[in-house]
Nanobody
Framework: QGQLVESGGGLVQTGGSLRLSCAAS????????MGWFRQAPGKERKLVTG????????YYADSVKGRFSISRDNAKNTVYLQMNSLKPEDTAVYYC?????????????????WGQGTQVTVSS
């Protein structure tokens, strides 16, 4: 079974940028769709962005379109989340997730592997 380990979170000022990474173990990473979720204090976890196993298609929540970019490097078993023009409302714990059952973009309930999360805090 695979393991996901996120890195790259931290504290940034409004308008700043961060790049999150998610390193996956296992030989089947390239067959899994991947996604990033986030959970703010007192709120439910929500899907931010997703990417197909090939990297050919992506999905973005309206709240991050034009500011965030997901990508993956299957040779390195790593998925990235580039976050630009950060806002205080982007503050949350960000989770990397994988769908072992989907190569195409899965539904929000189809992710079955999760990382431990990394904190992103945007100060105003």
């Amino acid at each position: 079974q695979g393991q996901l380990v996120e890195s790259g979170g931290g504290l940034v000022q409004t308008g700043g940028s961060l790049r999150l990474s998610c390193a996956a173990s296992g030989r089947t990473f390239s067959t899994y769709a991947m996604g990033w979720f986030r959970q703010a204090p007192g709120k439910e976890r929500k899907l931010v962005t997703g990417i197909t196993c090939s990297g050919g298609s992506t999905y973005y929540a309206d709240s991050v379109k034009g500011r965030f970019s997901i990508s993956r490097d299957n040779a390195k078993n790593t998925v990235y989340l580039q976050m630009n023009s950060l806002k205080p409302e982007d503050t949350a714990v960000y989770y990397c997730a994988a769908s072992s059952t989907h190569c195409i973009l899965p539904g929000v309930h189809d992710y079955d592997y999760w990382g431990q999360g990394t904190q992103v805090t945007v100060s105003s």
